[in-house]
């Protein structure tokens, strides 16, 4: 019984794979398979031939309702801004007040608007020598923006016992001319050596290639005297907290003066190597070395004057700011 209940259901099976074939004659046995339908040969230039009853697809025409490029821009619009966002995704990790403090702080300096200040002591050192230690300070101080600045530099020298030496203040007008460089103009008044003088001064400063810190200026005095000043440093950060700074500084005088003990040339240069601890940005003690050396017309003055034309000195200094 089981026998013919399969035989059965294997016919059942088969008969609408039968039902497809049963208008499609067989060919005879033994006869070649039949060859695909080819196209028509068709001669050198001749376009194959199409049924008139066969659709033929017609070219595609741009639409006329598509505008012209110049007006498929829409003009800008003139809705008000969305609203600022209120749901910060750091104040679910992290204090949300301290977080808008943090905003508030980018924003402040990086509006591009603000008024901001900062007074910087970028030498502040005693020099241990052979002969009469001394001391030694740089500095300056700022207020403006990010374009236009009120510049206050200092500098200056002295001895323990022969008291200060050199001393300047200069009062500056300072432009951004591009993003790594400011232009410079305003007064230079020395106060030390005498006689004092009075200098037109203008110059640059900013951060050269490979962030190096350069200063240069010209200076034109009160009696016609032209003299001019370059200076550079580079930070090594040997960790986030050791800084190395190599410094160098040139002076130069389009003639002699006698009276301050200049020659004409290249005056005098200074070459410093100073280590410096951050304890933060803001308050780092520092230890180093310097190299004082006086040239040409300079060096024949100090000789004259019974002064050391080189020295070196141990520095033990502070750079800070706020």
Avoid: C
């Avoid at 049963?22 to 033994?30: F, I």
Wanted: hydrophobic share 40%; aromatic share 8%; net charge negative.
């Amino acid at each position: 019984m089981r026998p013919v209940v399969l035989a059965l259901g294997l016919m059942g099976l088969a008969s609408p794979a039968l039902a497809q074939h049963a208008d499609h004659p067989m060919p005879p046995p033994g006869s070649p398979p039949a060859s695909p339908t080819s196209m028509p040969a068709m001669t050198q230039g001749e376009s194959p031939a199409v049924a008139e009853d066969e659709p033929v697809m017609e070219a595609m025409a741009w639409p006329d309702s598509v505008p012209a490029e110049e007006d498929a821009i829409a003009p800008a619009g003139d809705a008000p801004p969305p609203p600022a966002p209120t749901d910060w995704a750091a104040d679910r990790l992290f204090d949300p007040a301290r977080m808008a403090a943090s905003r508030q702080t980018l924003t402040a300096e990086h509006g591009g608007g603000g008024l901001h200040s900062r007074v910087m002591l970028n030498l502040g050192e005693y020099q241990v020598r052979n002969g009469e230690n001394g001391y030694r300070w740089e500095g300056e101080a700022w207020f403006g923006g990010d374009l236009n600045r009120l510049v206050i530099k200092t500098e200056g020298a002295g001895g323990e016992r022969s008291g200060v030496s050199d001393a300047e203040v200069q009062i500056l007008y300072s432009r951004a001319i591009s993003p790594y460089f400011d232009l410079q103009a305003g007064l230079r008044q020395d106060f030390e050596p005498q006689p004092r003088r009075t200098w037109l001064t203008v110059g640059v400063e900013g951060e050269a290639a490979y962030w190096v810190d350069t200063q240069a200026a010209l200076f034109l005095s009160d009696r016609g005297e032209l003299t001019g000043r370059a200076e550079a440093a580079y930070d090594f950060r040997l960790t986030q907290a050791w800084i190395l700074q190599p410094r160098i500084e040139a002076n130069l005088s389009a003639q002699d003066i006698p009276e301050t003990g200049v020659g004409s040339g290249l005056s005098s240069l200074e070459a410093g190597l100073r280590l410096r601890y951050e304890f933060r940005r803001e308050f780092a003690p520092y230890i180093g070395i310097s190299f004082d050396r006086k040239f040409g017309r300079t060096a024949s003055l100090a000789r004259l004057a019974g002064e050391d034309v080189e020295d070196a000195s141990l520095v033990i200094g502070l750079r800070a700011w706020f």
